[in-house]
C-alpha cells in the first residue's frame, strides 16, 4: 500500500454557509462541512465519511503487513464501493462479501467495485448473518487468504478516530464556534466519531437513514469505546422521523429537496443519507427547535457514488450533475 500519507496530509475539506432563508429569516448560521469534496480514486466512491472511516485502517492493515482488505456489504454498499476504490488507488487487493444473488450485470456500485478490482463473493442472507462469528470469519480467510477485515459500514474504532478530526478542522475553521453539529447516521461510527471528538459544549444531531429507535443504543455503544477529548460526553440526539419510509426509501418531497438545493447552491446531495439529513434539519429549523443566533454544522458525508445505482434502479429521477 502506498501514497497512503495522501489520506492524512489533506488541506481540512471547505466550510460554506448555506444561506437558505429558513435559517437566515430565524437568525440562524448554517453550515456545510463539505466532506463530499474529500476525494480520491476511481469513481467519487472514496469520499466523505468514507475516506475518514478507512484512513486508520488502511494505515492499521499497511502496518501489520496485509496486502488484502476483506469487507462486507449490501449490493449498494457506499462502503463497498470505498473499500475497492481504496484498494486501487493504494494497489492492495480488496475482497467484498455481497449479500444477496449477482445479477446479471450487476449494479452501479458493484461494477465500480469489480473495475477497481474487488473480488465479488455473493454470499446467501443466512450466510451474511454470520459476518460476526469468529468461525466464519476464519473460514472466509481459509477461502481468500489472510485479511485484514472491515466491519459492514467500516464502523470500529479506528474509523471513529479518523471521523474525530471533523471538529478539529471545524474547530479550526470557525469562530465563534457552532453550537449544533447534524449528520446521517447509518451505524453510528461516523456520529460516535464526530461527538468523541468534540473540544466544546456543541450538541449533536443525527437523523437516522433507517427505520426504527436502535440507533440510540449503537451510538451511546460506540461513544463509551471511544478515546473522548474530554471528560464530559456532549449531549447528543438521534431524530428517528427523516428515514422516508426506510433505508434506502424515497418519496418525491424527498427528491424535489435534493433537486432544489442542487439547482439553488450547486451542492449534490444523495438519496440514502445527506438528503435525508439536510431535510430533516431544515424541517426542524422551520419547527423552531434551534434558538435565534445558533450557529449550525451540517456535515456532508457523501455518498454521490450511490446516485448512479439510484438512478439507474428508479428511472433517472434525480438530475444532478457530478463533478
Ligand atoms: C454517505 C453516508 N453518510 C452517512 C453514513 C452513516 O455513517 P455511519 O454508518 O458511520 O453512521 C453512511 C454510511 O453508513 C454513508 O454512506
Not at 204 to 217: N, Q, W
Not at 244 to 263: D, T, V
Not at 282 to 306: C, E, M, N
Not at 311 to 320: A, I, T, V, Y
Request: charged letters at 20%.
Amino acid at each position: 500500500m502506498s501514497q497512503l500519507d495522501k489520506l492524512f496530509q489533506h488541506a481540512p475539506s471547505p466550510m460554506e454557509r448555506l444561506p437558505v432563508p429558513e435559517a437566515t429569516d430565524r437568525g440562524l448560521s448554517l453550515f456545510v462541512k463539505r466532506d463530499d469534496l474529500l476525494r480520491l480514486g476511481p469513481g467519487l466512491a472514496l469520499c466523505g465519511n468514507k475516506w475518514r472511516k478507512l484512513q486508520y485502517n488502511l494505515q492499521a492493515a499497511k502496518d501489520q503487513g496485509h496486502t488484502r482488505l476483506l469487507t462486507f456489504g449490501g449490493a449498494y454498499s457506499n462502503h463497498i464501493a470505498a473499500v475497492a476504490a481504496a484498494g486501487a488507488q493504494f494497489d492492495v487487493e480488496t475482497i467484498g462479501i455481497i449479500r444477496g444473488e449477482r445479477v446479471p450485470g450487476l449494479n452501479p456500485t458493484l461494477r465500480l467495485a469489480e473495475s477497481c478490482g474487488m473480488q465479488l463473493v455473493f454470499v446467501s442472507r443466512s450466510d451474511y448473518r454470520k459476518r460476526h462469528e469468529d468461525g466464519y470469519l476464519h473460514k472466509l480467510q481459509q477461502s481468500y487468504g489472510p485479511a485484514y477485515l472491515l466491519p459492514e459500514g467500516g464502523t470500529n474504532l479506528l474509523a471513529l478516530r479518523g471521523c474525530m478530526a471533523i471538529p478539529r478542522e471545524v474547530r479550526l475553521q470557525l469562530t465563534p464556534p457552532p453550537d449544533y453539529y447534524a449528520l446521517s447516521v447509518g451505524t453510528g461510527g461516523t456520529m460516535a466519531g464526530l461527538i468523541a471528538g468534540l473540544d466544546e459544549p456543541a450538541r449533536v444531531i443525527g437523523f437516522s437513514a433507517l427505520k426504527g429507535d436502535f440507533l440510540e443504543e449503537e451510538v451511546a455503544k460506540w461513544v463509551g469505546r471511544a478515546p473522548a477529548n474530554r471528560n464530559q460526553t456532549p449531549p447528543w440526539s438521534i431524530q428517528s422521523h427523516y428515514h422516508f419510509g426506510g433505508y434506502a426509501k424515497h418519496q418525491p418531497a424527498l427528491l424535489h429537496f435534493i433537486q432544489n438545493i442542487y439547482q439553488q447552491y450547486g451542492i449534490v446531495l444523495d438519496p440514502i443519507y445527506t438528503g435525508k439529513m439536510l431535510y430533516g434539519l431544515l424541517d426542524l429549523i422551520r419547527k423552531d427547535y434551534f434558538p435565534r443566533g445558533s450557529r449550525i454544522v451540517a456535515v456532508h458525508t457523501g455518498g454521490l457514488q450511490g446516485i448512479a445505482g439510484f438512478n439507474e434502479r428508479f428511472g433517472g429521477l434525480l438530475d444532478l450533475e457530478l463533478v
